[in-house]
């Protein structure tokens, strides 16, 4: 099954600053993949390159195996929903999603037909005379959803199109991006810097960061195993202790921190004894352990206590100025003395190169 | 706010409103009163009033084919001013930093120059490309000096436009030139049409430019001024009653277009 | 279409005819003619600069720095138009400085727009802060109407104002002031009255847009702390209304030196000013040509310059004109 989408070796610099770096990417049909980075890191510009609004310097684009690398945008059959929906603000809500069809050739009652479609799977046929200017933002957001599905491009591109919602409004549209995608069964290509979004709706999530991609997996995938310390720390948050290599087999691996005999998952990278590695253990992956029951567990002193509505974040100084955060249950915060142990399970932590040493 | 003056300064202020607008208002009123007098020379005080002159002018053929003149010659001007005013004003719009202040300072050139000079300038240039003066001329002429108006108005509304819209909907399928005529074009109309009545009251007040650039048929301000010099009368108050009425009317009409359609 | 688009009956949720939709689009543009002519204008990037930029440019070129190219040109011949069997040459002769309606129109232009200003700010300063907001469009709307009259209609009705017979020598004989009329008419006081009368607008709006944009909570605090009416306007709205100032009186300036129709009408024999000098060279013999072009030059020239010294010593090195 060919690729809907491919980029070979594709970059992209303005004068100096190099936005995307000789990128490799393939992604497949019918599959909800986001590009997840902080700003700057290539994200949109990749985007912009599959709608052709950018010509890469260097590289190939295809789509469906054919090259669009030098296509303007009306000659593409892809898609964009953009960040401020861009509505016509002199067409009312039909007219707007009819745009497209309108430029197909197709005859007014089949134009029409398909508006009545794209009206219903959000909702809006109530709205169909109304002008962009009287609609909120969901139902805007929604309208230029259905503006872009309308002339059933391969891809649709949707760049950060979430991010002028409020909170409650966000979540709901995730759910509904995210149902809209299944039902069409459409390649959805998606930008974000949201980790938490990204996590919530993608089948493969891209992480870039200055140019390149960092990591790509499911979201599970990139949460209990990240492979760099960037992608630890950019989705959800991370303790990292910096270790030493000791062994490892398909069971598990065996490393020391501060003379400590410590265990973690086995390694995705090549490690030999004596390496500088990185441990990587998620807050909610820690436990506190009752004094002297785990003789594995580190002892620490707990410094703050955050409450989060759902749960209290808890601060603990495991010395040498380390400290990691662990999550407690409200109820249970009560309990915990200033002296702790802390613990996890071996398969709960991962062990990633550790790029920077300390000397 | 109310308790920023005390009440002399705001009856002084208020006066001196009142006072600039009596100042406005006044000598066109005794301008409109005199058409009405019933007599043959310009005096005060009216003691006779008269419709006759209103008569006698809508019956002058010469002022009739002056007014149609002045018509003809605001429509041609507005049509090309504002097509070549909305072209430069995409230009502008598409270039940044220097270029464009560049840009929007060449095009504006025309309104800087004092009108005099402008006339001036036009009749020699014409000369240059032995185009005779004329019609043709008048309307290059009031073209020139429309062009910056409009530019500045449609490059106002342009820079309003969210940048994504000829985006989408290039994006959507359209090439520039569908993308122009069904996007930006539409965006820029409230503009464009404050520009083009902008443009036809202009024309048709033209006076300096006219006089140098133009051959034997009068525009409407030239036949007026051609009558004064001819001797005063109450015919050409009447006469200029009735260009009054109609410009403004159409000047307040616009305004309150484009304030209305401003606050969309 | 879509292969896999909603199954469920839409016809029934929808009332009403089905709507028109613009479909002649594609088949202009997928036409042949289109495709070779406009088509491939906007096929590249590049050829879409061009066709933006080709017409405006060669416009502008042409009919904006043109004309005053061609009069700057003329400005040194000898003699023009150029006839058979005459020397031309080029020469500096013409520009030997006709110097005194040079000056005079610059004072005059200088002073009319100070007087303007006087006027007209007060006037300003009433619509844009005194007035209440929802008032203020009636209140600017009701300055407005005049200007839609035109130069040469306005400057008429001066005449009627100020002639020996007209409006306000009736009124003084009347209530028994004077006994023969003021010959107002045909003086200076006329051409600065009636050139006032014409280019207040140009200084009202750049003056009340500036003080517009005041905001009024720098006035409550001014006068929270102290500050008495004049001191309020002398510290606080002046300085920040400069740049209404300096547009409103450059373009006043302008349009007073550049003025023709007012002076023709409401000046007389002893208030030539520069443009009449100039028109005189046009409307007489051919030869004069250059001479006239040369006083344009430095009419323009010098205008131009003093308007810009202008701005930028009261207005300081940010300001622009629009």
Redesign the interface.
């Given at each position: 099954m060919q690729p809907v989408v491919q980029f070979e070796n594709v970059t992209k610099a303005y004068g100096d600053a190099v936005a995307v770096d000789d990128l490799n990417l393939s992604i497949e049909s019918g599959k909800f993949v986001t590009l997840l980075g902080p700003s700057g890191c290539g994200k949109s510009t990749t985007l912009r390159m599959l709608?052709?609004?950018e010509i890469p310097n260097s590289g190939r684009v295809l789509l469906a195996g054919e090259d669009v690398t030098r296509l303007?945008?009306?000659r593409r059959n892809?898609?964009?929903v953009?960040q401020?929906y861009?509505l016509?603000?002199?067409m009312n809500v039909?007219?707007n999603i009819?745009?497209?069809?309108?430029?197909?050739?197709?005859?007014?009652?089949?134009?029409?037909?398909?508006?009545?479609?794209l009206l219903?799977?959000v909702q809006l046929?109530e709205y169909?005379a109304r002008m962009p200017?009287e609609l909120s933002g969901g139902q805007r957001q929604r309208v230029a959803l259905m503006?872009?599905l309308a002339?059933?491009p391969q891809v649709l591109l949707l760049d950060e199109p979430l991010s002028a919602l409020d909170a409650k409004l966000r979540q709901q549209m995730q759910v509904e991006l995210k149902a809209i995608q299944e039902?069409?069964?459409k390649t959805f290509l998606f930008v974000t810097h949201d980790q938490e979004e990204a996590l919530t709706m993608s089948d493969l999530i891209v992480v870039m960061n200055k140019g390149r991609i960092e990591q790509m997996g499911d979201p599970h995938t990139l949460y209990t195993r990240p492979e760099s310390e960037f992608v630890a720390n950019f989705i959800g948050e991370a303790n990292l202790l910096s270790a030493t290599f000791v062994d490892s087999d398909a069971g598990g691996s065996r490393l020391s921190w501060k003379g400590r005999h410590v265990e973690a998952a086995a390694p995705a990278h090549k490690a030999k004894k004596g390496d500088s590695v990185l441990i990587v253990v998620r807050p909610e992956a820690l436990h506190f352990s009752a004094k002297g029951k785990d003789k594995d567990a580190i002892p620490g002193k707990v410094r703050h206590r955050i409450f989060k509505g759902n749960h209290t974040s808890v601060s603990v100084d495991v010395g040498d100025g380390v400290s990691m955060n662990a999550l407690v249950h409200a109820r249970d915060v009560d309990a915990l003395a200033d002296d702790v142990w802390l613990s996890w399970r071996p398969e709960d932590a991962t062990v990633i190169r550790n790029q920077a040493p300390a000397a | 706010m109310r308790a920023l003056f005390s009440d002399p300064s705001r009856t002084a202020l208020n006066m001196a409103y009142w006072g600039f607008v009596l100042y406005l208002l006044v000598p066109l009123t005794l301008m409109m009163a005199m058409s009405f007098k019933d007599a043959n020379f310009v005096a005060f005080p009216i003691s006779d009033w008269t419709l006759d002159w209103y008569a006698k002018v809508m019956q002058d053929r010469q002022f009739l084919e002056a007014c149609i003149y002045s018509i003809f010659i605001a429509v041609a001007t507005t049509f090309a001013a504002t097509v070549i005013g909305v072209w430069i004003a995409m230009l502008i719009a598409s270039t940044g930093g220097r270029w464009s202040a560049l840009l929007f300072a060449l095009a504006c050139l025309p309104a800087v120059v004092p009108g005099m000079i402008s006339a001036i300038s036009l009749r020699i240039f014409i000369s240059t490309v032995n185009m005779p003066t004329g019609t043709t001329a008048i309307i290059l002429g009031h073209t020139v000096h429309a062009v910056p108006f409009v530019v500045v108005m449609a490059l106002t509304r342009l820079r309003s436009m969210p940048p994504n819209l000829v985006d989408a909907a290039r994006d959507l399928g359209a090439d520039s030139i569908v993308a122009f005529f069904r996007v930006t074009l539409p965006y820029l109309g409230p503009a464009i049409l404050g520009g083009m009545i902008f443009c036809v009251l202009l024309s048709i007040d033209d006076f300096v430019r006219t006089f140098f650039l133009g051959g034997y048929r009068p525009t409407l301000p030239m036949l007026i001024f051609a009558k004064v010099q001819g001797g005063m009368s109450p015919e050409i108050n009447a006469m200029a009653t009735l260009v009054l009425v109609v410009t403004a009317a159409v000047g307040l009409y616009a305004e309150y277009f484009t304030r209305r359609t401003r606050s969309r | 279409m879509t292969d896999n688009s909603l199954t469920h009956d839409i016809s029934a949720a929808r009332n009403g005819p089905a709507r028109r939709y613009t479909t002649w689009i594609p088949t202009v543009v997928n036409s042949a003619l289109y495709r070779s002519t406009l088509g491939v204008l906007v096929a590249s990037p590049r050829s879409r600069f061009i066709l933006l930029a080709s017409v405006p440019l060669i416009w502008m070129i042409m009919l904006h720095v043109g004309p005053i190219y061609q009069m700057a040109k003329i400005s040194f011949l000898s003699s023009y138009p150029i006839q058979q069997g005459r020397d031309v040459s080029y020469t500096l002769a013409n520009y030997a400085l006709y110097f005194t309606p040079l000056i005079r129109s610059f004072i005059y232009a200088a002073g009319a727009t100070f007087v303007t200003l006087i006027i007209v700010y007060p006037v300003a300063y009433y619509v844009a802060k005194v007035v209440r907001p929802q008032k203020r469009s009636k209140a600017l709307l009701l300055l407005l109407v005049p200007f839609w009259a035109g130069e040469l209609i306005r400057t008429f009705s001066i005449i009627m104002l100020l002639a020996n017979r007209g409006a306000v020598n009736y009124l003084l004989r009347e209530i028994g002031w004077i006994d023969r009329p003021i010959p107002v008419l045909y003086t200076w006081f006329s051409l600065g009255f009636g050139l006032v009368y014409l280019v207040s607008l140009y200084m009202l709006l750049p003056l009340y847009s500036a003080i517009d944009k005041i905001p009024n909570h720098l006035l409550d605090a001014a006068s929270d702390l102290g500050a008495g009416p004049w001191t309020r306007f002398r510290r606080i709205v002046l300085p920040l209304s400069r740049d209404g100032v300096v547009s409103g009186c450059s373009l006043v300036f302008l349009t007073c030196i550049g003025v023709f129709a007012t002076p023709m009408l409401l000046g007389g024999p002893t208030t030539v000013l520069f443009p009449e000098t100039i028109s005189g060279f046009f409307h007489g013999a051919s030869d004069k040509w250059p001479v006239g072009a040369a006083f344009s030059i430095i009419m323009l020239v010098t205008a131009l310059t003093t308007a810009g010294i202008f701005m930028r010593i009261v207005g300081g090195k940010a300001t622009r004109l629009m």
């Open positions: 709608g052709g609004f303007p945008p009306n892809v898609n964009i953009f401020d861009a016509f603000p002199h039909a007219r009819a745009f497209g069809l309108e430029l197909k050739g197709l005859s007014s009652a089949v134009i029409d037909k398909r508006v009545n479609e219903a799977l046929e169909a200017f503006r872009a002339p059933d039902r069409t069964g | - | -």
